[in-house]
């Protein structure tokens, strides 16, 4: 039998979809793909899903690039299309559902949670629901179900609006970062398994007034994973993230400095559940004295405040800051948080996970463990610069193998731009 082509298999996708959550009142957004949700603007007039759902040419033309998307599947009997309306329909299911099994829809039909519910209930063989909704992204971690409500947050006032552009708000799916990929030592795993008990044990927590949890100081050197531990955490736990710099928000006009941290605040309290990320936590949170300015003096007062009203337990907010420099925090600021986490210079057998991570999809001829062993001293950072150049170095030869000598020119690079951070040129 021959087998239909991948365009016309998503355009059948699409139609059984429609046909099957038009059918089933059971069947909800969760159940929906990412593509089907977004071929059907689910989210961008609210977030309720509106039936019927109906394929036309012009959603075809949007969603798939198709152009008189009737014309490619009219000589299928179970589809008819409403000339004046311009929609297709399917008019057999059952039919309909077969012909995409055998014409090679199969895959498709096991990772779409809507067909795979119609196709368990049918008992067409080994698709299952369950496994299909497990694997399917969830709607709460997209950017269709967060811009809503940071445009909400925008309306309000202009004061938000502008401290909305002192952040980046990432939803979880648009987080490359992942712990699948991201090494990390058993301290930072275990603080990974306390977030998730707290998670799960909230309303335990909240009756017994245990609050003091979800509140992370991320402490080592540049470029050992604090930001992307940061990040990876956001995507295991679904929930979106707030990166802040102090350096940004600290103003030079005065008095400012502290609205913007009031503001930061309210922001994360206001998109809970989230997790709120401080980069540079000692830029403001330094020890204080008497030569200090006024204002920078109540902008840590403010911080210090801040921090204190927001909780994962109450609130819904997990705050983390992150530095480099943990000796010139205010002790007042160390007090904040229930957990140090420290991130440090990785040893051999790190360097040697770290490398197999980075190199898990490229053809790489040096061996590994040698390699860890000759990158002492070197960052996560650096490791992931080195093979960077070195993949360079092998596609301007035309090659997509790295040689020992592609490997060479990415350690030169790194040993250069570190011995040139030392001089004081470059920042951290």
């Given at each position: 039998m021959e087998m239909a082509d991948h365009t016309t298999l998503r355009l059948m996708e699409l139609l059984l979809t429609a046909e099957i959550v038009n059918r089933e009142e059971s069947l909800g957004i969760?159940?929906?793909?990412?593509a089907c949700r977004e071929a059907f603007s689910i989210g961008k007039n609210g977030s309720d899903l509106k039936r019927p759902f109906i394929v036309s040419n012009s959603l075809a033309k949007?969603?798939?690039?198709?152009?008189e998307a009737h014309a490619l599947i009219s000589s299928n009997p179970f589809i008819g299309f409403d000339d004046f309306g311009q929609r297709l329909s399917v008019t057999a299911l059952d039919s309909a559902a077969r012909w995409f099994l055998d014409r090679g829809g199969r895959d498709l039909a096991a990772s779409n949670p809507v067909l795979a519910f119609y196709y368990e209930k049918s008992?067409?063989?080994?698709?299952?629901?369950?496994?299909?909704?497990?694997?399917?992204?969830?709607?709460e971690d997209s950017r269709t179900f967060l811009q809503p409500r940071i445009d909400a947050l925008k309306a309000e006032s202009e004061e938000i609006r502008d401290a909305l552009g002192l952040v980046a708000i990432y939803a979880p799916e648009e987080i490359e970062e992942s712990f699948e990929t991201f090494?990390?030592?058993s301290e930072q795993r275990e603080v990974i398994g306390k977030i998730q008990i707290a998670l799960k044990n909230r309303?335990?927590?909240?009756?017994?007034?245990i609050y003091q949890v979800g509140r992370l100081l991320f402490v080592g050197p540049p470029?050992?994973?604090?930001?992307?531990f940061a990040l990876s955490l956001a995507r295991e736990l679904h929930m979106p993230i707030l990166e802040a710099r102090l350096s940004m928000i600290t103003s030079q006009y005065l008095g400012e400095t502290s609205k913007n941290i009031d503001r930061i605040f309210e922001i994360a309290k206001r998109l809970s559940p989230c997790i709120l990320f401080i980069d540079e936590f000692d830029y403001v949170a330094r020890t204080r004295d008497s030569d200090d300015h006024g204002a920078m003096k109540r902008?840590?007062?403010?911080?210090?405040k801040s921090i204190d009203q927001i909780s994962l337990v109450k609130t819904g907010v997990l705050f983390i800051g992150a530095t480099n420099h943990p000796g010139i925090l205010d002790e007042a600021a160390w007090r904040r948080f229930d957990d140090a986490v420290p991130f440090t210079?990785?040893?051999a057998p790190m360097r040697e996970a770290i490398l197999r991570s980075i190199t898990r999809t490229i053809r790489i001829i040096p061996d590994l463990p040698l390699l860890a062993a000759r990158t002492e001293g070197f960052t996560g950072a650096d490791l992931r610069l080195m093979i960077k150049e070195a993949v360079m170095a092998a596609l301007i030869e035309g090659r997509n193998e790295i040689t020992d000598i592609d490997i060479e020119q990415g350690m030169l690079l790194v040993d250069r731009r570190n011995a040139l951070r030392q001089t004081g040129w470059i920042g951290a």
């Open positions: 969760a159940d929906l793909t990412p949007r969603a798939l690039g198709i152009e008992g067409a063989g080994d698709i299952r629901y369950g496994d299909a909704a497990l694997h399917n992204p969830r709607y090494v990390a030592t309303d335990f927590l909240k009756t017994h007034q470029g050992t994973g604090k930001t992307s902008a840590v007062n403010t911080l210090l210079i990785p040893d």
